[in-house]
């Protein structure tokens, strides 16, 4: 299973064979410096660490910096790491950089990014409630959650409401997996990576690429 860091740039259209208008995303994928490569023997399970974008020294801490020096690299803004199968552990070496080519052959991915915030939104943006009737008898209350009943207390358990009762709240700005992602193009001369349909936040946001875990079986005739 292959992985990079990456962000998105933004979203754009591909025609298929067909002619047929493809919405896509296009993914500014790597260049990735391993920064770390860890061994049952040393940390007790197996994974590499990657390192996305250059960062100035003076944005980050000593001990990062002297980390990233061991890589032969410098800081990184964008750092996270893939657990590996025993065996393949081997397959990485420290300071080696790895590009959108890992990604040759590849048909499906998977996409890790962090949604839109929204700030504090009512239950019907948040939740797709009804609302209240826009007729008569209604008096301000149009967009109101209505009586939360024996949902008000968790008996036995605690005061507060049931945990996961849908309510007014906090919407957006969390970690969002889209899975199936068909590639569509793959450009190494820029370090793009253009997929279909829509990946979560907006441009610029930081993201994980993987192979697809579970691809799409697609039927053939």
Do not use: W
């Not at 299973?1 to 995303?25: F, H, I, N």
């Not at 964008?78 to 025993?86: G, N, P, T």
């Amino acid at each position: 299973m292959a992985m990079l860091l990456g962000k998105k740039v933004g979203m754009t259209r591909l025609y298929d064979q067909e002619g047929r208008s493809v919405p896509v995303t296009v993914l500014q994928v790597g260049p990735c410096v391993v920064t770390q490569v860890k061994t049952v023997a040393t940390d007790g399970y197996d994974a590499v660490q990657l390192g996305y974008e250059d960062v100035k020294p003076s944005r980050q801490t000593k001990p990062l910096i002297g980390h990233f020096a061991k890589a032969g690299t410098g800081p990184k803004r964008f750092v996270r790491e893939m657990r590996l199968a025993e065996d393949l552990s081997g397959q990485f070496k420290v300071g080696e950089t790895l590009t959108v080519g890992v990604f040759e052959g590849t048909q499906r991915v998977d996409v890790i990014s962090t949604s839109k915030g929204k700030g504090f939104q009512g239950v019907m943006k948040r939740h797709h409630f009804g609302g209240f009737p826009a007729s008569h008898g209604t008096e301000r209350k149009h967009r109101a959650q209505g009586s939360i009943a024996s949902h008000a207390t968790n008996r036995g358990f605690s005061g507060r409401p049931k945990k996961g009762k849908r309510m007014a709240g906090h919407m957006g700005n969390i970690r969002v997996t889209t899975k199936n992602h068909k590639v569509m193009l793959i450009d190494q001369e820029r370090g793009l990576l253009v997929v279909s349909g829509t990946v979560p936040g907006s441009n610029g946001t930081y993201c994980v690429v993987k192979t697809a875990k579970t691809p799409v079986k697609v039927a053939t005739k």
